[in-house]
């Protein structure tokens, strides 16, 4: 049986204020989902010009699921990105344990909070 996560990218902007919901299989850990599936997501919406690009992306490419089908997936790990374009926020959540990153997360300060997760 394969390792299954559910993702809720909460995004606050001028432009969209809402959430969208990511599951899929492979990755059973928070460090796993946020390595191979978060971290993805974050950068490409700190390298977006405007969220709604971001956005389209998504959409585009079929990666989100409604919520129903969410909220029924029997996980290993659900997990969470939210996302404050106008102040800059950026944080990676699972549980009670919240990871904020600096106002635009690298690749080395992922890999840092991936570490942390972990141990």
Not at 12 to 28: I, N, R
Not at 96 to 119: G, H, M, N, R, Y
Request: glycine share 6%; proline share 3%; net charge negative.
């Amino acid at each position: 049986m394969a390792e299954t996560y559910a993702l809720r990218v909460q995004i606050e902007s001028h432009e969209y204020d809402g959430e969208f919901y990511l599951v899929g299989d492979g990755y059973g850990t928070p460090a796993d989902v946020l390595d191979n599936v978060a971290a993805d997501h974050l950068l490409q919406i700190t390298n977006a010009p405007r969220i709604e690009e971001y956005l389209l992306d998504v959409l585009k490419h079929g990666e989100n699921t409604d919520e129903a089908e969410y909220e029924a997936t029997d996980n290993n790990v659900e997990c969470w990105i939210h996302v404050d374009v106008s102040y800059q926020r950026y944080a990676f959540g699972v549980g009670d344990s919240v990871f904020e990153f600096s106002s635009e997360p690298t690749k080395s300060e992922i890999a840092s909070t991936v570490t942390q997760l972990q141990s």
